[in-house]
Structures are given as structure tokens and as C-alpha cells.
């Protein structure tokens, strides 16, 4: 073995956190959800101060070993090997050094020895001044001493394995290598025994591993029937998969367990497959262990039966472990629960109840998701659960806080079911209402109730050439009509279809003919009749088999409009250039003429009337909204008018560097922002350093951005579904007009 052995400091924090859960005081808010759990899992955390690579990291009874690399000042060269670290005690110790190969795969036998697949760059066979990479076999003693090193390029190329992305060592120490569809089979010497065909019916494999069994295990997206995830026990001796089991709940990796067959995990939390009788049930929440699930690499079971995490914090580069023991409820410290409900949680929302309940003495988040992401989805799955979480708001089963991307807000809002939050700002010593833009907090007030406040947002709306349309932001269902009757001979937009000229359309008209407040709807009107007329003109389906790009139809005049989003400054210059100069961002049509510029926020979040946890719910708001945008699933233009400012700083930040000439003159240059669009037809465009003409028009979108109807919402799906009759030729547009009046009004009386 080269190199010493190495302590890697871990500190363990469960000695000094108060991990708790919520006590099951709030009745009204949905007793089962805020039930104690018989069993909880509480994390230990030893943070690993030593760089390595954990992505790959592999966990055999006690111990963890993992990929490292390091460059040595001093002999200018790069070292890559393997570790092996202890949680009995701590300590690192480095199994192998491999100069400056670099480990694809590796995987641990039961006696301690290491094999891996490396790629390494060497000189070509039949020219020495080019390099091509070389596949490899290795296998280390569980000294690190070098067994054998096999050269297997040419058994992948004739098997067509372009990548390895899986390997497993059997109780003989048979090494499969997998690639996407096929696996590689050598004995434990290396020799070549054949090959497997493993995702025959399946979209490719996800992972493998063998099973407490000690057979081989892998599983991915079936590729036939009713989908979803399938897991498959591979034969090595019959060089075939021999069974099959559904309900898999597949995700980012699997573990041998040991209650259950199996555990698998994804972002949300962990899971254990049986497989006698092939189910899956939901272990734990990542939320509710203070884990971030987006960092986890991998995990295990440890010999003590904990679940050993390997997290990955790649916004901070941090790395560390979490040991969970299984605990009874009963002997956990209990802190008050906060519920939100929200169709799926995004990472951005985990992220932040992570952060939350770690700093919180008194409250805890709990996630309620309407979707079942582990059962299989029908045609009615996401309209039956967003059926459940409206019935759960205005009812006394309500959640405290409601995750309003899916809902319509403005609606809940008019029912009287959605606290208002001005009294919450007003009397808040953390943020105040001078802290956000107004035209966002004025965006989500409806009828004088601020029904939330987005973190941030981003802006969608219409560009078009000024040449045609003027200057001026803003135009109505009749002008875009006739904008499109003068220009017979171009699409209007691209990828134009009934469907998306409908949304576009309906996209800021939807309360112009449905006033919740008084219940009226006005479907069999003639601008709504005039509309479906319009609509019919276009194509059922859009032709997405056009090989010339978007900007280049465009600029030929092939195509009138595009759709614009903007989740950055310098988004703008691009369609400034498509229209050579005259952009107008004139937004989708209105009835009235004014400007549809929509302002979407996914992650805004109401407090529910009838909560009696109000102070805890604003609590987090206040402690989420006050958090700078430092995480990854933090996009778009922040609310906060100070956060806001940064980022215009930052886009318009001239970045420079110098050089010398060869007579010693220094000159300084504007650095390249970096950055480019291309298309596959060559229109290509690279950006420059935002201009403050640039941020001033993205603020003038903002100002007069407002949130709009989901294009989910039951109000387009009635619509979609009675005015396809219209479109067949089945019945007048009148007819079709009066059908969706009918329907629509009904549904509003009902949710009235």
C-alpha cells in the first residue's frame, strides 16, 4: 500500500442537536397527518473534512470506501486512488494509489479485495503520437497490493459497451461490468465469460447490486406495458434474467436492507421492497431526518442496523455522513408540527424545512404530498389529488401552509379560505413590506388580501417585431386576431397548434369570462365564440419535424411571435437580436387591451384560514422569505428589492483582464461572459455584458407582470374537452359555446 494512513476528523453533532418532532396538538389540521410516527429516524453526523469523491462511494460492513484525488505541487502530477474509512473510529487509511488513471467503478469482495474499472489515456497501438482510451480490470488485495491488470478495450468494442456505468462482485468473485443494456461477465482472474442481456423490456439500468441473498440484483424503467420502475435478479450461471418484480419503487440507488429485501431512496426519502410479496413501502422522509435528500449519494446498512447516509452538499462542496437509528416516536423531544401541503414537494421547499427545523426551537416542518409518487399513474391522478388538497383547504383537515404553484390562489382567496398576510408583514422585526417589490406583492392580492409572496419569480410573455405592432406593451384578442389575418402566409407562432393558440389566448382571459366573486360566467358570448373560430384556423397537432430553427423562421418571416421567458437580464438581448433591433415584448392578448405579462412563481406559499398554527406557519415564511437566494433551486428575479439589486449589479459587472504584447505594452480587455445559443440549423448567438437598457426593459416587464390561471386549471380542461367537437365539426361553435357555458357554470356554483 502507498501512502500513510490518514484521520479524517468526524465530529459527531447528534450529541449537541435537539432533534424533535411535532407534538399532536393542532386537531383541525389533519389529525393522522400530525400523529406522532411509531418510528422515527434520528441522524448522527460525522462531517469528513477530507476531499474525495463520494458519488461512487461504496459501504462494506463498518467501513466506507471512496475515490480520492489530489494534485502533488511538488512532483507536479496527479494522484487518484482509494480510501477506506472507519466509523468505528474515524480513521482513513489509502488502499491504493493509481498515478493518473481514474477509477469508472469499483466494488469490494467479501474478502477485502478491491475490483476496478479504470480508463486511462495511452498511446494508440498503431500510431504512438495519438492517445486513445484504454479499459481496464484490476483487482487490488485487500492490502492494495496489484493482483492482475486486464486490458478489456477490446471485449467492450466487440460487445458494443460504449460505458460502464455499474459493477458487482459475486460470492465467487465473478465480476459483472454493466453497461446500459448488457452486462460483461469475468471470473475472478479476469478471464472473459460472456455476456448477460439484462434490460431486455426495460429502458436501461438504473443500478445493481447483490442482494442479502447474495444474488444480483438491477432494476430500471420498464419499457413496456404500464411502466414504471421493474427490478430484475440477474443469473450469472445461466447468463440471463430469471425474475421479475413490479412495484419497484426505483429512484437514485438501491441497498441491500434488512428488514425489507431492499432499500431504494430518491429526493424525497427512502423506501423498503419486499420481494415475497413484491411491494414497496415508504420508509421515512428526508425532511423529517434533517437530511437534504438532493445531496444523498448513497446509503447503506451498517452491521448495528443503522442506515448509513453519504451526503454530497455541492452547493457548499461540503461532504459528510448521517448514521440514523431507528427510534420509537415516543422517546423523541417534541417540537409543534407545521404542515404544508403541496401536490410535490419541490428540493427548493425541502431544502428550506431542512434548514428551518435544524434552527427552530419550537416549530417543525412536515411535507404532506397529494401525489403518490411510489403508485402508478392513471389519467385522473393529478386532477383526483388536486381535488383532495382543494377539499383539504377549504375544510378542517386543512394544512397550515399551502403550496400555491398548483391551485388556483385567486379563487381559494375569493372563498375566504386564505389568511391574509399584511398584519403577519406589518407586525414582523424580520422583513417588512418595504423589502418586496410591489408590483409582485400586488400581483398576489385579491380583494385586498395578500395571499402570499413569492421568494422569486421569473416573467413570461409575447415578443413580436415593433415594425408590425408599435412600441408599446399591450393589445387585445381582437388585434392579435387581425394581426394574424394580415400575415396569411406565416405561422403565428411557432409550433402553433389549436391547443397552444387557445392557452395563449386564454392565458390572462380566463376572469374576463368567469367573475368569481359574483359566480357569472359568459362562455356563449360573442368574443368567446369569436375566439374558438380563431382557434380552429391552426393545425390539431403542431409540426415539430421543421429542421429550421425558430430565430432563423423568424427572420425569414415565416413565423410572426414568440413566447419569451426570462429568468435573467441578459435573456432580453437575444431577442432583441432575432428581431434585428425592434423587439417588442407586447405580452399575450387581453380582452381590454392591457398588458399580459405573466408572473410565475412556483414557489409562494399561502397560510390557510382555518389553521391554528398561523404564528408557526409565518414563522417559516418569515424565515424562508429573509434567507438570501443561495441554493441551487432558488431561480429567477428575487422579490426582495435589496437581493433584486445584486443581481443587476452582477449582470452589468464589466469583467476585465490584461495581457502583454510581445513588446512588454499591457493592455486590458473586457473578459467574455461566456455563454451562447445555438441551433441545429447554425443560428447561433453569443452574449455580451448586460447593458442597463437591457435591465430597464426586464423592470418594465416586471412592473406590469400579475400571476395567471394554470393552463392545468378545470376551467382550460372544460374547455379543451367541449370545444374539440367544434374543431371535428361535430357541432357549431355556438353549440360548443353553450355546452362549456353550462359546464363551467356549474362548476362554479359548486366551488363557489
Same mark, same amino acid.
Given at each position: 500500500?502507498?501512502?500513510?494512513?490518514?484521520?479524517?476528523?468526524?465530529?459527531?453533532?447528534?450529541?449537541?442537536?435537539?432533534?424533535?418532532?411535532?407534538?399532536?396538538?393542532?386537531?383541525?389540521?389533519?389529525?393522522?397527518?400530525?400523529?406522532?410516527?411509531?418510528?422515527?429516524?434520528?441522524?448522527?453526523?460525522?462531517?469528513?473534512?477530507?476531499?474525495?469523491?463520494?458519488?461512487?462511494?461504496?459501504?462494506?460492513?463498518? +467501513?466506507?470506501?471512496?475515490?480520492?484525488?489530489?494534485?502533488?505541487?511538488?512532483?507536479?502530477?496527479?494522484?487518484?486512488?482509494?480510501?477506506?474509512?472507519?466509523?468505528?473510529?474515524?480513521?482513513?487509511?489509502?488502499?491504493?494509489?493509481?498515478?493518473?488513471?481514474?477509477?469508472?467503478?469499483?466494488?469490494?469482495?467479501?474478502?477485502?479485495?478491491?475490483?476496478?474499472?479504470?480508463?486511462?489515456?495511452?498511446?494508440?497501438?498503431?500510431?504512438?503520437?495519438?492517445?486513445?482510451?484504454?479499459?481496464?480490470?484490476?483487482?487490488?488485495?485487500?492490502?492494495?497490493?496489484?493482483?492482475?491488470?486486464?486490458?478489456?478495450?477490446?471485449?467492450?468494442?466487440?460487445?458494443?459497451?460504449?460505458?460502464?456505468?455499474?459493477?458487482?462482485?459475486?460470492?465467487?468473485?465473478?465480476?459483472?461490468?454493466?453497461?446500459?443494456?448488457?452486462?460483461?461477465?469475468?471470473?475472478?482472474?479476469?478471464?472473459?465469460?460472456?455476456?448477460?442481456?439484462?434490460?431486455?423490456?426495460?429502458?436501461?439500468?438504473?443500478?445493481?447490486?447483490?442482494?442479502?441473498?447474495?444474488?444480483?440484483?438491477?432494476?430500471?424503467?420498464?419499457?413496456?406495458?404500464?411502466?414504471?420502475?421493474?427490478?430484475?435478479?440477474?443469473?450469472?450461471?445461466?447468463?440471463?434474467?430469471?425474475?421479475?418484480?413490479?412495484?419497484?419503487?426505483?429512484?437514485?440507488?438501491?441497498?441491500?436492507?434488512?428488514?425489507?429485501?431492499?432499500?431504494?431512496?430518491?429526493?424525497?426519502?427512502?423506501?423498503?421492497?419486499?420481494?415475497?410479496?413484491?411491494?414497496?413501502?415508504?420508509?421515512?422522509?428526508?425532511?423529517?431526518?434533517?437530511?437534504?435528500?438532493?445531496?444523498?449519494?448513497?446509503?447503506?446498512?451498517?452491521?448495528?442496523?443503522?442506515?448509513?447516509?453519504?451526503?454530497?452538499?455541492?452547493?457548499?462542496?461540503?461532504?459528510?455522513?448521517?448514521?440514523?437509528?431507528?427510534?420509537?416516536?415516543?422517546?423523541?423531544?417534541?417540537?409543534?408540527?407545521?404542515?404544508?401541503?403541496?401536490?410535490?414537494?419541490?428540493?427548493?421547499?425541502?431544502?428550506?424545512?431542512?434548514?428551518?427545523?435544524?434552527?427552530?426551537?419550537?416549530?417543525?416542518?412536515?411535507?404532506?404530498?397529494?401525489?403518490?409518487?411510489?403508485?402508478?399513474?392513471?389519467?385522473?391522478?393529478?386532477?383526483? +389529488?388536486?381535488?383532495?388538497?382543494?377539499?383539504?383547504?377549504?375544510?378542517?383537515?386543512?394544512?397550515?401552509?399551502?403550496?400555491?404553484?398548483?391551485?388556483?390562489?385567486?379563487?381559494?382567496?375569493?372563498?375566504?379560505?386564505?389568511?391574509?398576510?399584511?398584519?403577519?408583514?406589518?407586525?414582523?422585526?424580520?422583513?417588512?413590506?418595504?423589502?418586496?417589490?410591489?408590483?409582485?406583492?400586488?400581483?398576489?392580492?385579491?380583494?385586498?388580501?395578500?395571499?402570499?409572496?413569492?421568494?422569486?419569480?421569473?416573467?413570461?410573455?409575447?415578443?413580436?417585431?415593433?415594425?408590425?405592432?408599435?412600441?408599446?406593451?399591450?393589445?387585445?384578442?381582437?388585434?392579435?386576431?387581425?394581426?394574424?389575418?394580415?400575415?396569411?402566409?406565416?405561422?403565428?407562432?411557432?409550433?402553433?397548434?389549436?391547443?397552444?393558440?387557445?392557452?395563449?389566448?386564454?392565458?390572462?382571459?380566463?376572469?374576463?369570462?368567469?367573475?368569481?366573486?359574483?359566480?357569472?360566467?359568459?362562455?356563449?358570448?360573442?368574443?368567446?365564440?369569436?375566439?374558438?373560430?380563431?382557434?380552429?384556423?391552426?393545425?390539431?397537432?403542431?409540426?415539430?419535424?421543421?429542421?429550421?430553427?425558430?430565430?432563423?423562421?423568424?427572420?425569414?418571416?415565416?413565423?410572426?411571435?414568440?413566447?419569451?421567458?426570462?429568468?435573467?437580464?441578459?435573456?432580453?438581448?437575444?431577442?432583441?437580436?432575432?428581431?434585428?433591433?425592434?423587439?417588442?415584448?407586447?405580452?399575450?392578448?387581453?380582452?381590454?387591451?392591457?398588458?399580459?405579462?405573466?408572473?410565475?412563481?412556483?414557489?409562494?406559499?399561502?397560510?390557510?384560514?382555518?389553521?391554528?398554527?398561523?404564528?408557526? +406557519?409565518?414563522?417559516?415564511?418569515?424565515?424562508?422569505?429573509?434567507?438570501?437566494?443561495?441554493?441551487?433551486?432558488?431561480?429567477?428575479?428575487?422579490?426582495?428589492?435589496?437581493?433584486?439589486?445584486?443581481?443587476?449589479?452582477?449582470?452589468?459587472?464589466?469583467?476585465?483582464?490584461?495581457?502583454?504584447?510581445?513588446?512588454?505594452?499591457?493592455?486590458?480587455?473586457?473578459?467574455?461572459?461566456?455563454?451562447?445559443?445555438?441551433?441545429?440549423?447554425?443560428?447561433?448567438?453569443?452574449?455580451?455584458?448586460?447593458?442597463?437598457?437591457?435591465?430597464?426593459?426586464?423592470?418594465?416587464?416586471?412592473?406590469?407582470?400579475?400571476?395567471?390561471?394554470?393552463?392545468?386549471?378545470?376551467?382550460?380542461?372544460?374547455?379543451?374537452?367541449?370545444?374539440?367537437?367544434?374543431?371535428?365539426?361535430?357541432?357549431?361553435?355556438?353549440?360548443?359555446?353553450?355546452?362549456?357555458?353550462?359546464?363551467?357554470?356549474?362548476?362554479?356554483?359548486?366551488?363557489?
Amino acid at each position: 500500500m502507498t501512502g500513510n494512513s490518514k484521520r479524517i476528523l468526524a465530529a459527531s453533532l447528534a450529541a449537541v442537536m435537539v432533534f424533535s418532532l411535532a407534538a399532536c396538538g393542532n386537531t383541525e389540521g389533519g389529525d393522522d397527518d400530525r400523529k406522532l410516527p411509531e418510528w422515527v429516524y434520528v441522524p448522527e453526523y460525522r462531517e469528513l473534512e477530507e476531499e474525495g469523491s463520494y458519488y461512487s462511494a461504496k459501504q462494506v460492513g463498518d +467501513a466506507l470506501y471512496y475515490q480520492f484525488g489530489s494534485f502533488d505541487e511538488e512532483k507536479g502530477t496527479y494522484v487518484a486512488g482509494l480510501r477506506k474509512y472507519s466509523l468505528a473510529d474515524g480513521s482513513a487509511e489509502t488502499l491504493l494509489e493509481m498515478g493518473d488513471a481514474s477509477i469508472n467503478q469499483f466494488e469490494v469482495a467479501g474478502d477485502g479485495s478491491v475490483y476496478a474499472m479504470s480508463s486511462e489515456w495511452l498511446p494508440s497501438d498503431t500510431n504512438p503520437e495519438e492517445y486513445e482510451v484504454k479499459y481496464l480490470l484490476m483487482k487490488y488485495g485487500p492490502s492494495g497490493d496489484e493482483v492482475f491488470r486486464q486490458d478489456i478495450t477490446e471485449v467492450t468494442q466487440e460487445n458494443s459497451i460504449d460505458y460502464i456505468n455499474n459493477m458487482v462482485v459475486d460470492d465467487q468473485n465473478r465480476v459483472c461490468l454493466f453497461g446500459n443494456s448488457d452486462a460483461l461477465v469475468f471470473d475472478g482472474e479476469g478471464a472473459f465469460q460472456g455476456v448477460i442481456k439484462v434490460s431486455d423490456g426495460m429502458g436501461g439500468i438504473n443500478d445493481v447490486i447483490k442482494g442479502k441473498d447474495g444474488k444480483i440484483y438491477s432494476y430500471g424503467w420498464s419499457s413496456g406495458g404500464e411502466g414504471g420502475y421493474v427490478l430484475s435478479e440477474v443469473d450469472i450461471d445461466k447468463r440471463a434474467v430469471v425474475n421479475t418484480y413490479a412495484n419497484f419503487p426505483g429512484g437514485n440507488g438501491l441497498t441491500a436492507g434488512s428488514e425489507h429485501d431492499f432499500l431504494s431512496y430518491d429526493s424525497s426519502g427512502v423506501y423498503g421492497y419486499t420481494l415475497a410479496d413484491q411491494s414497496a413501502e415508504k420508509l421515512f422522509d428526508w425532511v423529517d431526518s434533517d437530511i437534504t435528500g438532493e445531496y444523498v449519494q448513497s446509503i447503506g446498512i451498517i452491521e448495528d442496523g443503522r442506515i448509513l447516509v453519504v451526503i454530497n452538499d455541492w452547493g457548499t462542496s461540503e461532504n459528510s455522513l448521517a448514521l440514523l437509528s431507528k427510534t420509537p416516536g415516543s422517546e423523541v423531544p417534541q417540537k409543534e408540527i407545521i404542515l404544508v401541503g403541496t401536490m410535490s414537494a419541490s428540493q427548493e421547499l425541502r431544502s428550506a424545512a431542512v434548514k428551518f427545523n435544524k434552527t427552530s426551537d419550537k416549530y417543525r416542518i412536515s411535507i404532506k404530498e397529494y401525489i403518490d409518487n411510489t403508485a402508478q399513474w392513471t389519467e385522473t391522478t393529478w386532477s383526483d +389529488a388536486l381535488t383532495r388538497l382543494n377539499n383539504d383547504i377549504t375544510s378542517g383537515n386543512c394544512p397550515d401552509l399551502i403550496d400555491a404553484g398548483d391551485i388556483d390562489i385567486q379563487q381559494l382567496t375569493s372563498k375566504g379560505v386564505i389568511e391574509d398576510l399584511t398584519p403577519f408583514l406589518e407586525s414582523s422585526t424580520v422583513i417588512k413590506r418595504e423589502d418586496f417589490l410591489e408590483p409582485v406583492l400586488n400581483g398576489f392580492t385579491y380583494e385586498g388580501v395578500l395571499a402570499g409572496i413569492p421568494k422569486t419569480f421569473n416573467i413570461q410573455t409575447v415578443v413580436g417585431s415593433s415594425k408590425d405592432l408599435g412600441t408599446e406593451m399591450g393589445w387585445s384578442l381582437e388585434e392579435i386576431i387581425a394581426y394574424s389575418d394580415a400575415h396569411p402566409d406565416a405561422s403565428l407562432f411557432d409550433y402553433t397548434s389549436k391547443s397552444n393558440v387557445m392557452y395563449y389566448c386564454m392565458r390572462y382571459n380566463e376572469g374576463a369570462f368567469v367573475d368569481w366573486s359574483t359566480g357569472k360566467c359568459n362562455f356563449n358570448s360573442p368574443e368567446f365564440i369569436s375566439l374558438l373560430e380563431f382557434v380552429n384556423r391552426f393545425p390539431e397537432e403542431a409540426d415539430y419535424n421543421n429542421d429550421v430553427s425558430a430565430p432563423n423562421r423568424i427572420q425569414r418571416g415565416e413565423v410572426l411571435l414568440d413566447t419569451v421567458y426570462l429568468d435573467g437580464f441578459n435573456e432580453v438581448q437575444m431577442y432583441n437580436e432575432i428581431f434585428g433591433g425592434q423587439a417588442v415584448f407586447i405580452g399575450y392578448p387581453t380582452t381590454d387591451g392591457s398588458v399580459g405579462c405573466a408572473l410565475n412563481a412556483s414557489n409562494v406559499y399561502a397560510i390557510a384560514a382555518k389553521s391554528k398554527m398561523k404564528d408557526g +406557519a409565518w414563522a417559516f415564511l418569515e424565515s424562508y422569505l429573509a434567507q438570501e437566494n443561495t441554493d441551487r433551486w432558488s431561480w429567477g428575479f428575487p422579490s426582495n428589492k435589496e437581493q433584486l439589486d445584486k443581481k443587476i449589479q452582477e449582470a452589468i459587472k464589466v469583467e476585465t483582464y490584461t495581457w502583454v504584447d510581445e513588446d512588454g505594452v499591457e493592455h486590458e480587455e473586457a473578459a467574455s461572459v461566456g455563454g451562447s445559443v445555438s441551433y441545429q440549423d447554425g443560428w447561433t448567438y453569443e452574449y455580451h455584458t448586460t447593458t442597463q437598457e437591457e435591465v430597464d426593459q426586464v423592470l418594465a416587464l416586471i412592473e406590469v407582470a400579475r400571476p395567471t390561471v394554470s393552463q392545468n386549471s378545470n376551467v382550460m380542461a372544460i374547455i379543451a374537452e367541449e370545444a374539440d367537437a367544434f374543431y371535428k365539426g361535430q357541432k357549431s361553435a355556438a353549440e360548443v359555446a353553450d355546452v362549456i357555458q353550462r359546464r363551467i357554470q356549474n362548476y362554479v356554483d359548486e366551488n363557489r
